[in-house]
């Protein structure tokens, strides 16, 4: 029997919250903050204890658009009232297509474009792998250290980390292999990068195996490094050499962060899959693969699809989250955002704060947190997360060591909140220097 104590919102705080998660869910369910949201809006949540957070984690990069956007959530009551779910295999709808032929509209490739809707990111980048071995023929997948393809077994074997996401669940699917990404740190070059690759065909797998090599445009989890444009270049140049597919795998950077509505477009490269996600449809769960039409059309019918994929709440979101980017001038305000923040973190590391590496396109901006010694340090990331959080602001760290920090804030939010966040961090940044040097 249910205690009714337990469902009654006007009992719970987040230390019963917490509590009652650690009986009733497994670990390995992890989160970065112990804030039990209780409403949300634009840049800011509330907890269940009323507190206000400014918000620059965005739900991982869901809410380019904010928390419940008012055209969002009105697309969303509008289809609540006709139908919530029919399954596109049993009773097509038009939404779907209609999001289709949107983003094929805007598919960062020329040539006829098609288009599938999923649900999760990682089904995204698995279908990607399912239609590149289909139209190709061929097994091998590519990918890259640090990158993040999700927690599906094969999105895991094509993520580049191996703790906590490949630990005590292998074997990993077999064939798929991984090169260094260039991430301009620490001696990792393109040319190192792509000397890895041939390493890899002289090692380890022929080319004429290879079905696709799956890149972030910007990394997400792996430490917001971008692609340098050479590099991508090379692997277009090595994709059509080889006769293998490109998947720019832009579910954390695509759809406005990066003042682009792809990633990608940012360097001329014309991939042949695109996975998209997260801020597609504002908060609610649809995901898509976006690809050149007669690689699409390679499996039968039925090999493609899911009970949920495609859910007419998500289209109508997404729909309203393709309006609002052009009527609100997003990817333009993307821009200013990431000019904004980088000034700010620039006065930062003008100023002695522990900061380095500052990087990021558009508004997707990252930087280390070093140490006393002047070390790359996720302990010292850990510790401006925890300060920011007890100041008032929700901020992600991510990177192979955890040691940088990514703002992800809304880009709809005022230059005022986003001020207030920087604030936020710079006392952060500023309290753990207090604490080291003490
Ligand atoms: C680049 C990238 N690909 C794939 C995924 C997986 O998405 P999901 O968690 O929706 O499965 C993520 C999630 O963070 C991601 O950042």
Redesign the pocket.
Known sequence: MSDPAMSDPAKSDNASLAARRDRSLPRGVASSTAVYADRAENAELWDVEGRRYVDFAGG??VLNTGHRHPRVIAAVEAQLGRFTHTAFQVSPYESYIELAEKLNARAPFSGEAKTILL???????ENAVKIARAATGRSAVIAFTG??????LL?SAMTGKVTPYKRKIGPMPPEVFHAPFPTGIDGNTVEKSLAAIHYLFAADVEPERVAAVIV?PV???GGFHVAPTEFLEALRALADQHGFLLIA?????GFARTGRLFGIEHSGVEPDLV?V??SLAGGF?L?GLIGRAQLMDSLDPGGLGGTYGGSPIGCAAALAVLDVIEEEGLLDRATAIGERLRARIEEFAAAGLPVANLRGLGAMIGFDVTNATGETCGVAAKAVTAAALEAGLILLSCGTKGETIRILVPLTASDAVIDEGLDIVEAALARITEKVDA
């Open positions: 991982i990069a649900t999760t990111g990682a089904e995204a980048t990158a993040f393809h999700g927690r599906t999105a972030e990394q997400g989890e795998d832009e579910v954390q950077a996975c996600a997260k769960p995901s």
